[in-house]
């Protein structure tokens, strides 16, 4: 799986958009992006994940450069319940239970 | 629809016991994978049980064993347990085997050896 780099630390005001970029320069064709996210002491929860296009769900958007080689996370609204460890992680085709994490980037939303 | 259920959710071994920790998937999901995190090396994967087979394995030494059960329940065991075990397992699942789509983690089982 492609490496992934992230800023080891952000901070976003609660109700502005949390942007979380990711750089995986070194992606292949068939490498999908995932986000998850990790709330303190609790076990990583899944945001989204992309190959190319762009995805929006209820909890965030996902923005793949046309290159892909890098993403950004955007969270609309920020609340304090959205501090976290959030991971971006790249994985090739097969099974999607093998994700390798990376350090992550520590969103600390604030008042 | 009940989460992904590990237990014991917290314990303390010595060195050289041996731990097993069992984790329950969400209903229906048959792929079981198994994660070890620790503040030095972060989530590191450590083995996938579908079917009752073992399908990947991640870079740990043989003392980490695991099982999966007809029912999909799994456990893991680790051996000969040392000071650098002590870490956070969790236990995540999944439907099936499907390329993409997301893991169900558990709360984990907190792991301390003295």
């Known amino acids: 799986d492609a490496k992934t780099t992230q800023p080891p630390s952000m901070d976003c005001a609660e109700g502005r958009a949390a942007n979380l970029p990711c750089n995986h320069s070194?992606?292949?064709?068939?490498?999908?992006v995932y986000w998850y996210r990790q709330i303190h002491s609790q076990g990583p929860q899944y945001i989204i994940h992309?190959?190319?296009n762009n995805e929006t769900n209820e909890m965030a958007s996902l923005i793949i450069t046309e290159d892909r080689k890098s993403s950004t996370l955007i969270l609309p609204h920020a609340t304090l319940r959205d501090t976290a460890v959030y991971y971006c992680?790249?994985?090739?085709?097969?099974?999607?239970?093998?994700?390798?994490f990376g350090t992550g980037t520590r969103l600390q939303v604030t008042l | 629809k009940a989460g992904v259920t590990q237990t014991p959710r917290y314990l303390i071994k010595t060195r050289g016991q041996q731990v097993t920790l069992s984790c329950s998937p969400i209903?229906?999901?048959?792929?079981v994978s198994w994660y070890q995190q620790t503040p030095g090396q972060g989530l590191q994967f450590l083995f996938e049980y579908f079917s009752e087979t073992q399908r990947n394995k991640g870079n740990f030494p043989g003392r980490f064993s695991g099982r999966q059960f007809s029912n999909s329940r799994s456990e893991m065991n680790v051996s000969t347990l040392e000071l650098g075990d002590s870490a956070l397992y969790l236990c995540a699942s999944r439907p099936g085997q499907e390329v993409t789509g997301e893991l169900f983690f558990g709360e984990g089982s907190r792991l301390t050896v003295l």
């Open positions: 070194t992606i292949s064709g068939n490498e999908y």
């Open positions: 992309g190959l190319k």
């Open positions: 992680i790249v994985r090739s085709t097969g099974t999607a239970s093998k994700l390798t």
């Open positions: 209903s229906g999901h048959r792929s």
